[in-house]
């Protein structure tokens, strides 16, 4: 088996990201090696950059970070048939077990042994793809067709999780839906429910120019931005929250108001925004938390429960990427051009420090909005 070098981005540090060279042996039987091309950088991504940790997940050795990627086939193990070098394929980093009961049933991706690349949850940790290349299971790896872009590719990972989410809801298609937070995300998340079929999509942040850029650009039928407000008090929070679902309520789709939602997507994390996803949530409806932010929340439960409003959890994916790469590839017209999300890149691996100081930005130095930043791995 041959060893090469190959070079890396690595975080030893808050902010402390070097260049190094690392060794990669070829590829074992039932791997491919893949170059990456391209890799955006999401919010875990972030997290650990800047504090070298993600909420109480603790990063405990040096770490590629970078999850979200495309590249290309370059070596294939023995015992590989469905791909060979020259393949642009998408990258599906988290590797389960496939032996318990959650890996049996489907659901994959709350296996109790995941790894996930950049994560640091599993010790020793998977390494990131944020290096010039790397082995990885065939299995998961997934062939792109003519047509979808290796940056497309990249955001197949978040468009994943906006899947999933939808799936998790299991919304018949005339449901109108509120989404919270629009950034990738939540943006994505509204792109998946115009494309079910949903009658109205809703996008409300307190980023006047994202919920103006998701309209604009059909992501979502309307907006509205989020007032800026402190209460301090439970009542005063729980007053607030209704005044924020009330303006979603009066968001005219059509000339009509939309009215208490089917489905919220809870994209922020932030304790406000779920408070007012129940609110805005019609009897027998669904809340989706996807944003994980505040870990300790105050919530009106009995608001939910006496109106059989369900909360229900999602964490990444599991099965969705064939499908995500099937939406991409048939072009529907009510589909967002998902390119226009990539707002900034930046070509190569010596480049990644400016990425993430970009990525952490509302916007960048000439007031352009940063949505998604994607490192062109190769220059």
């Known amino acids: 088996m041959s ?3 190959v070079k890396a981005s ?5 902010k402390d990201l070097q260049f190094i060279e690392r060794s990669l042996e070829s590829p074992s039987a039932d791997e491919v090696q893949v170059s990456i091309d391209s890799t955006g950088l999401c919010g875990s991504d972030l997290h650990y950059y800047n504090h070298y940790r993600n909420g109480d997940i603790l990063v405990r050795e040096p770490l590629t970070l970078g999850h979200e990627s495309s590249g290309t086939v370059v070596a294939v193990g023995s015992a590989v048939t469905n791909l060979q070098p020259g393949d642009r394929v998408a990258l599906e980093v988290g590797l389960p077990c496939e032996s318990c009961d959650y890996c ?3 659901r994959y991706n709350i296996c109790k042994g995941m790894k996930f690349r950049s994560s640091a949850k599993a010790f020793p940790h998977m390494q990131g793809t944020l290096q010039e290349r790397i082995n990885h299971p065939a299995r998961w790896v997934h ?7 290796s940056d497309l590719g990249a955001l197949i990972e978040p468009l994943s999780v906006a899947l999933h989410a939808y799936r998790r809801a299991a919304l018949p298609a005339s449901t109108p839906v509120l989404v919270f937070g629009a950034g990738a995300v939540g943006l994505l998340s509204a792109a998946v429910s115009k494309a079910m079929g949903s009658p109205a999509v809703i996008i409300a942040d307190i980023q006047k120019d994202r919920v103006d850029f998701a309209v604009n650009n059909g992501f979502a039928d309307a907006g509205f931005v989020v007032p800026m407000a402190r209460p301090q008090t439970i009542d005063e929070k729980l007053a607030y929250a209704q005044q924020v679902a009330d303006l979603a309520g009066n968001v005219e789709v059509g000339g009509v108001p939309v009215g208490q939602v089917g489905a919220v997507f809870e994209c922020t994390g932030v304790e406000s925004c779920v408070q007012s996803a129940i609110y805005a ?5 669904k809340v989706l938390i996807i944003g994980m932010g505040t870990p300790i929340l105050t919530l009106p439960l009995s608001a939910a429960a006496l109106r059989e409003v369900d909360i229900v959890g999602v964490f990444r994916y599991a099965n969705t990427y064939a499908d995500a790469i099937e939406m991409l590839h048939k072009k529907d017209p009510v589909f967002p051009d ?3 999300l990539i707002t900034h890149r930046v070509k190569g691996l010596d480049a990644v420090q400016e990425a993430f100081k970009l990525a952490g930005k509302v916007k960048d130095g000439e007031g352009k909005l940063v949505l998604k930043v994607v490192i062109d791995t190769k220059k």
């Open 3 to 5: 060893v090469e070098s």
């Open 10 to 14: 690595v975080l030893f540090g808050e």
């Open 104 to 106: 049996e049933s489907g």
């Open 143 to 149: 062939k792109l067709p003519d047509g979808v872009s």
């Open 281 to 285: 949530t019609r009897p027998g409806g």
């Open 338 to 340: 998902l390119e226009k």
